[in-house]
């Protein structure tokens, strides 16, 4: 059921060393940020002074360590280039770096509730799961304790089928698209600012 309803789409991760003052002087915040582009990456400073920052997706095959330290740090140049140049004067890199499966439907809408007699599931957030998933699990266990009069947000939404390679093929060619679209909004805006 499940493998019908929901893509498994991997996503990267990477931990810069240790930053010290430095990452304080480019991200004065202990909160999660991320970018507006359709194709984003988030990022947040972690207590020991190392920088997290999460990007890309794949749908098909897994990139390799050291190509996602290599993306996360291409990726700090573009965002944050001043850090990247004391990073860089530093001599301090990417310590760690990893991939994992996100759950993503093609309505981008989580899968929670039974999906058969006795078996349930809470899934599908597509890297959202920070906002409502705690609502979802709520909803979910209430219905496992049998209050079915209770208020089920999430059994109203639909559970569109993945169409299998055709839906992978899909979600890559939307995450380029997407890709594309940030690179010409970004060229845009710089013409606009030398102007």
Known sequence: MLTSRILPIRTYIGVTEPLGEMVLRHIPTECAIGDTRRAGNYYRRLPDGRLLWGMGITAFGTLSIPKVKAMVLRDIAAILPGLADE???????????????????????????????????????????????PAAALSLVSQMQGNLGDPTPFSQIPRPPVFGILGRIAAEGSYRWRILQDFRAEKVSQSHQGQ
């Open 87 to 133: 990073m860089r004067s530093a001599g301090r890199g990417v310590d760690y770096g990893w991939a994992g499966n996100m759950a993503y439907a093609p309505h981008f809408l989580p899968l929670v509730g039974e999906i058969r007699p006795g078996f349930h599931a809470l899934t599908g957030f597509g890297g959202h799961g920070m906002n409502t998933a």
